[in-house]
């Protein structure tokens, strides 16, 4: 479905992703792990059009998206639901819902709060009035509104506590249920393996390792030289 090939991107001059190759096939859920600093959230960016891929390719269902804004990728049916989230905060829950509302889309605000019935409690109350697991649910019910194939999720448990974790680790298979695949930016292994098929750990801009979870999730030497846990 999603294919880096060879992908070089950065910030003006410096070049901070290294020939990048990552696959996500349809229907499928993959991870890119590594320290702070190894250029996950760039990648992220990058497939999303926000940073230029300066080399290498991007392909959607095979067609490239080198040439595209962020918005047409958008209409192609990427998602990214960012680090801090983009939730406004003076806008109600049900207000930042309707932003990113589409007529066509399968999803519909409704089907959001079927899927987080704490959003519709809460739906009155503004972004900023939100805990982390509560504005990280409406950050991926607003992706979801645009009717995505494949959602970009940027470290989506960061900085939540543990019970909230596994609220998210529901939330993001019930994503994955709906047929939507997932490429995952995170730090927490056990989230990885919960929600994936496959991993790949990035190091200064670089894919040094790839494997799936069963082959993986034993391996506490990589784990150790690659993530430092
Ligand atoms: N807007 C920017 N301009 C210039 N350099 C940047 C910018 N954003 C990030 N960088 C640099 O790019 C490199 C990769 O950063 P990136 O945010 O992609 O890493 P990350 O793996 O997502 O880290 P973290 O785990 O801390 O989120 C870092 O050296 C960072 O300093
Ligand atoms: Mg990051």
Same mark, same amino acid.
């Given at each position: 479905m999603l294919q880096l090939k060879d992908m070089c991107s950065g910030y003006g001059g410096g070049e901070i992703l290294h020939r990048v190759s990552i696959e996500v096939p349809p229907n499928s859920a993959v991870?890119?792990?590594?320290?702070n600093g190894a250029g996950k959230t760039t990648a992220l960016r990058t497939i999303m059009g926000l940073c230029r891929c300066a080399s290498g390719s991007v392909t959607l269902g095979g067609k490239p998206l080198d040439d595209l804004t962020p918005d047409a990728r958008a209409r192609m049916g %990427? @998602?990214?639901v960012?680090?801090?989230?983009?939730?406004?905060g003076s806008l109600s829950v049900r207000e930042n819902l309707e932003i990113a509302q589409r007529k066509k889309s399968r999803?519909?605000?409704?089907?959001?709060?079927?899927?987080?019935?704490?959003l519709k409690e809460r739906q009155n109350?503004?972004?900023?009035?939100?805990?982390?697991?509560?504005?990280?649910? %409406? @950050?991926?019910?607003r992706a979801l509104l645009t009717d995505p194939q494949l959602v970009l999720l940027d470290e989506p448990t960061e900085g939540l506590a543990p019970i909230v974790v596994e609220q998210i680790v529901e939330v993001i298979k019930d994503v994955?249920?709906?047929?939507i695949s997932l490429l995952l930016v995170e730090q927490n292994l056990s989230v990885c393996?919960?929600?994936a098929d496959f991993h790949y750990i990035m190091e200064d801009g670089q894919i040094v390792h790839s494997a799936a979870t069963a082959d993986f999730h034993h391996r506490r030497d990589l784990h150790e030289?690659?993530?430092g846990v």
């Open positions: 991870t890119i792990l590594g320290r %990427l @998602a990214l960012p680090d801090d989230r983009g939730v406004f999803w519909q605000i409704a089907d959001v709060y079927d899927l987080f019935p704490r109350n503004a972004g900023n009035a939100l805990s982390g697991g509560e504005q990280q649910m %409406l @950050a991926i019910g994955r249920k709906a047929g393996f919960a929600v030289k690659y993530l």
